[in-house]
């Protein structure tokens, strides 16, 4: 675990750098500097050449991390690995682009409500072939458990770019078409950095070499590949649903809000996201040597300290949600987008619970997986169609929260059955009661006036008694491993 703590300790100081410039950058940059509607074509931008990415992919960042210990031999340029995948990767994208084309005018006619995200739509082939292999350069970095620079390029070094050109902006210095394609250029420059420090981290020969692919391991990489990939794009029009069927409906404006107000949500889940990178390929390590007891005690511990930390973050954003809208510019344009932070970051609570059960599940019974997948697409699509239309960006904060409890209400009830395992522990139970308990003493706090000195009094209030309580409870041994270690650094510098 030594090397999962350490690198998800920096990888998630690294993330909480990028959220707070995100932040920024969505509660003050975005709202004070685009309208509602420019908000949601940039959005829509991204979330379309994310999902068709995804397709792109064709379930090749699974394959990479589930297969590379075959073929890992520095001596033998890991036996043609790369240029396998990135072949594969090129194949997918032209066949993506192909398809998109052909139905080009029947995916625009979607949108006539949305003109501006026609008029862009071309800008889509490029955004998706540099957000294809950004993914593919940092999962290849993933492979050698280094994850902490590719998030630095990701929520930082992107998150500066994004404010500077925003900056441009605002001053007149650039017009609106120019902004967005910064924000594809963006992308590209965060490929390239994200190549050169993979190509340090480990040697991507070209080289084809065919020598390992055996009939027998062609039809395994194939059918694993199958599989993982449909799943990843069952996930990727989970991630995607709500962005497209808002702008088809309901147009950008409402697209825009409810990004302005996911963004916040997803503050709660980026611990799971700096813990997943690096714990991904350890537990497919493990999975592949039948280590089910290193994988239990990973899962077990990832999943209590994940949810630890996030339900402290859910404790102090909910808690200050009134603040949040008061301090954004055009912040009552905003606030119906209230509902999207309680509801989303609470199915985010959930997903925390999980902890890695969808990793098991698609490393070790990845054909189960795919039905899970299947599953969550399909409840997921469906229940935003039926509460969008009647709720708005209400409804689809709705209907997340019913996907996730559903879903990974079956995964969990499946993997304690088939793999005798449950992430569920005393120290998931006492953070979940603690933080209720934080919630009933939240109502007593009285109200500061300026919503600045509200927000500051009420986070150091509660995220003291919290990490207080959490420490003094003991609810997890490497958290508290870390406060002890910051503690004991901290009056050592004060005795010097």
């Given at each position: 675990?030594g090397i ?18 995100g932040?920024?950058n ?6 004070l ?7 949601g ?15 792109a992919?064709?379930?090749?960042s ?8 075959y ?12 240029f396998?995948?990135i072949?594969?990767?090129?194949i ?7 398809i998109?084309l052909?139905?080009r005018?029947?995916i ?8 501006l995200?026609i008029e ?10 540099f957000t294809?292999?950004?993914?593919y ?44 394609v ?9 490929l ?9 981290r ?8 065919f020598?390992?692919?055996?009939k027998s391991f ?20 989970v ?14 404006s ?7 107000t996911l963004?916040?949500?997803l ?5 799971h ?5 690096v ?19 990973i899962?077990?511990?990832?999943s ?5 930390i ?16 008061s301090?954004?510019p055009n912040?009552e344009?905003?606030?119906i987008?209230?509902s ?6 609470a ?24 039905f899970?997948s ?9 229940t935003?169609?039926y ?21 990974h209400?079956?995964m969990h009830?499946?993997l ?5 395992f ?7 139970l ?8 934080l ?15 509200d927000t500051?009094?009420?986070c ?10 959490v420490?003094r ?9 870390q ?14």
């Open positions: 675990m999962i703590i350490r690198q998800s300790f920096k990888a998630t100081i690294v993330n909480y750098i990028g959220m707070l410039l932040a920024f969505v509660v003050f940059l975005f709202p500097v685009l309208t509602s509607t420019q908000i074509l940039l959005g829509l931008l991204i979330d379309v050449a994310l999902l068709f990415s995804s397709f992919q064709l379930g090749v699974f394959t990479m991390v589930k297969f590379f210990p073929f890992k031999d520095a001596g033998k340029k890991h036996n043609g690995f790369f396998l995948t072949a594969q990767s090129l997918g994208f032209f066949i993506t682009a192909l998109v052909i139905f005018d029947e625009v006619s979607k949108y006539s409500n949305s003109p995200f862009y739509f071309n800008w889509i082939f490029p955004l998706t072939f294809l292999f950004l993914i350069f940092e999962t290849v970095s993933s492979l050698t458990n280094r994850i902490v620079i590719p998030k630095l390029i990701r929520e930082v070094m992107m998150r500066v770019l994004v404010i500077s050109s925003l900056i441009l902006f605002y001053f007149d210095l650039i017009e609106f078409h120019l902004l967005v910064l924000q594809i250029g963006i992308y590209l420059i965060a390239v950095a994200n190549f050169l420090y993979a190509r340090k480990i040697e991507i020969s070209l080289k084809p070499d020598r390992l692919i055996t062609r039809r395994e990489i194939a059918l694993f590949t199958t599989y993982t990939g449909i799943s990843t794009w069952c996930g990727i029009i991630a995607s649903v709500v962005s497209l069927v808002l702008g088809s409906q309901e147009g950008l409402s697209n825009g809000i409810w990004r302005i963004f916040v949500a503050f709660i889940d980026s611990p996201r700096a813990i997943i990178s714990t991904t390929p350890i537990l497919a390590e493990s999975l592949s040597n039948k280590d089910f007891v290193k994988v239990k005690d899962a077990t511990r990832t209590a300290i994940q949810f630890l996030s339900s402290l973050i859910y404790l102090l954003v909910v808690s200050n949600i009134d603040n949040l809208f301090v954004m912040g344009e905003y606030r987008g209230g999207v932070i309680i509801l989303v970051g199915a985010k609570l959930v997903e925390m619970i999980s902890g890695l059960n969808s990793s098991i599940l698609t490393f070790k019974y990845f054909r189960f997986g795919l899970f299947i599953v969550v697409a399909l409840v997921s699509v469906s935003n169609l509460f969008i239309p009647r709720f708005s960006i209400t409804g689809a904060a709705i209907a997340t929260l019913l996907t996730t409890v559903v879903v209400g079956i009830l499946f304690a059955w088939r793999f005798k449950t992430p569920l522990n005393k120290g998931i006492h953070t979940l009661f603690l933080m209720l308990a919630f009933g003493l939240n109502w007593f706090i009285p109200q500061m006036g300026h919503p600045i000195i500051a009094l009420r150091l209030i509660l995220g003291m008694l919290y990490i207080s309580l420490y409870l003991k609810i997890s041994k490497e958290i508290n491993e406060i002890s270690n910051l503690l004991e650094t901290v009056i050592s510098k004060f005795r010097k």
